[in-house]
T-cell receptor
Framework: KNEVEQSPQNLTAQEGEFITINCSYS?????LHWLQQHPGGGIVSLFM???GKKKHGRLIATINIQEKHSSLHITASHPRDSAVYICAVRQNYGGATNKLIFGTGTLLAVQP | DGGITQSPKYLFRKEGQNVTLSCEQN?????MYWYRQDPGQGLRLIYY???????QKGDIAEGYSVSREKKESFPLTVTSAQKNPTAFYLC?????????????FGPGTRLTVL
């Protein structure tokens, strides 16, 4: 079993829909990242969370540390949101490292 | 414009050849990382470096080598010992290894072994 699991693996939505992508993890963490990878391959960091909720434009990320779960929400989705969304966690094992454990990603396609 | 550059974007190599992937950053970051991405799998860490002239093996270092002679550069060599080198390779950097700071990623190099 992977230490970081994302669901769904694939998601197709109509423009304007509200989208939720989920991430569950099984290790203790000090931070969780949401990343976006466009078809060309480059990766952009969207959020880094250690508690609560963050919002940037139409994107909202939440984390529940007790339940070891995070969600990424996209409001009023648009075709330009089509990408792979990746959840990554920084495991908290006392070492001085910024090593991340990555989920396999959620492929989102937003149709006009 | 601050960022990370990787070259080339596409690379083809014959079996048995070594090949070096370039990664340069002008963000003045101390830490740099190399990841490999395969279809259906999460990114996996190959090597990382927290300071010039120092680097550590990641989870899948076999068949790879790196150097860190300058702060801004962290080239990755895929050697002929790497049994399945065809993959997408991503370089990243962060402010320092022990922080929770965001990692910044380069555009990636897609390596195909013919």
């Amino acid at each position: 079993k992977n230490e970081v699991e994302q669901s769904p693996q694939n998601l197709t939505a109509q423009e304007g829909e509200f989208i939720t992508i989920n991430c569950s993890y099984s290790v203790g963490i000090s931070a969780l990242h949401w990343l976006q990878q466009h078809p060309g391959g480059g990766i952009v960091s969207l959020f880094m969370l250690s508690s609560g909720k963050k919002k940037h434009g139409r994107l909202i990320a939440t984390i529940n540390i007790q339940e070891k779960h995070s969600s990424l929400h996209i409001t009023a989705s648009h075709p330009r949101d089509s990408a792979v969304y990746i959840c990554a966690v920084r495991q908290n094992y006392g070492g001085a490292t910024n090593k991340l454990i990555f989920g396999t990603g959620t492929l989102l396609a937003v149709q006009p | 414009d601050g960022g990370i550059t990787q070259s080339p974007k596409y690379l083809f190599r014959k079996e048995g050849q070594n090949v070096t992937l370039s990664c340069e950053q002008n963000l003045n970051h101390d830490a740099m990382y190399w990841y490999r991405q395969d279809p259906g799998q999460g990114l996996r860490l190959i090597y990382y470096s927290q300071i010039v002239n120092d680097f550590q093996k990641g989870d899948i270092a076999e068949g790879y080598s790196v150097s860190r002679e300058k702060k801004e550069s962290f080239p990755l060599t895929v050697t002929s010992a790497q049994k399945n080198p065809t993959a997408f390779y991503l370089c990243a950097s962060s402010d320092w290894l022990g922080s929770t700071d965001t990692q910044y990623f380069g555009p990636g190099t897609r390596l195909t072994v013919l």
